[in-house]
């Protein structure tokens, strides 16, 4: 029987509509529940609570950015299964707060997933699986510094990056590789400015 493809935003859902899902969630749980797609949905997961307004609150990004820093890093090793340190596979999350995080990122997901579909592979051949995990792990590095209004740009672009894995859209991944430049490129910029008009009033 052939197997049923799901979206990642069906599986997200699916989790968020479970009524047998009550009280608090490990990420253990939460990991299996994802399915045989961890890594990509793994990733979408657990970058979607920063790309939210309520990321503003202190330690968010921190708790969820050490499961993709996690993953980015298992990524380097083609791990095909996802580990989590006990200390934090235990880590226990409200479904209810679960379940809002999903139906407040899930309409923007779906739009988006109709942009997807499997091409330019070799974005995903194991040298750029390698790369995109080291670029990954950057990122989600600098989701957890306390930069501000900056949470949202690196949630959004390891997204880009997840969604790219999780389809097998090469193209999708070389947007977040462009985005990322662009992105660097700005702070370089207005950094070098900040800095010169500091300067500048001090003298």
């Known amino acids: 029987m052939k197997k049923i493809y799901k979206r990642s935003s069906e599986i997200l859902m699916e989790i968020a509509q479970d009524k047998s899902l ?4 490990t990420f253990r749980r939460i990991l299996k529940m994802l399915g045989d797609r961890t890594f990509g949905v793994g990733l979408l997961f657990f970058s979607l609570p920063s790309a939210l307004p309520f ?16 993953f980015a890093f298992q990524m380097l090793f083609a791990r095909k299964t996802l580990w989590l ?6 880590h226990a999350i409200h479904h ?6 999903i139906y407040i990122a899930n309409p923007y997901l779906t739009t988006v997933e109709k942009l997807l579909k499997p091409r330019l592979t070799f974005m995903l051949s194991r040298i750029m699986e390698v790369i995109n995990g080291f670029t990954i792990f950057c990122l989600a590095l600098l989701l957890m510094l306390p930069i501000p209004f900056s949470n949202f740009i690196f949630s959004i672009l390891i997204i880009v ?3 790219g894995v999780i389809e097998k859209d090469g193209l ?3 947007i977040g590789y462009i985005a990322t430049f ?6 370089y910029i207005f950094i070098v400015v900040a800095v010169k008009s500091i300067i500048n009033w001090v003298m």
């Open 85 to 90: 340190p006990k200390v934090i596979a235990d």
């Open 182 to 187: 662009f992105y660097i490129i700005f702070s």
């Open 96 to 101: 209810e707060k679960v379940s809002k995080i």
């Open 172 to 174: 999708f991944i070389i």
């Open 22 to 25: 009550k009280g608090n969630l």
């Open 55 to 70: 990321s503003a609150i202190p330690g968010v990004s921190l708790v969820f950015g050490i499961p993709i820093i996690i």
């Open 161 to 163: 990056f997840s969604l």
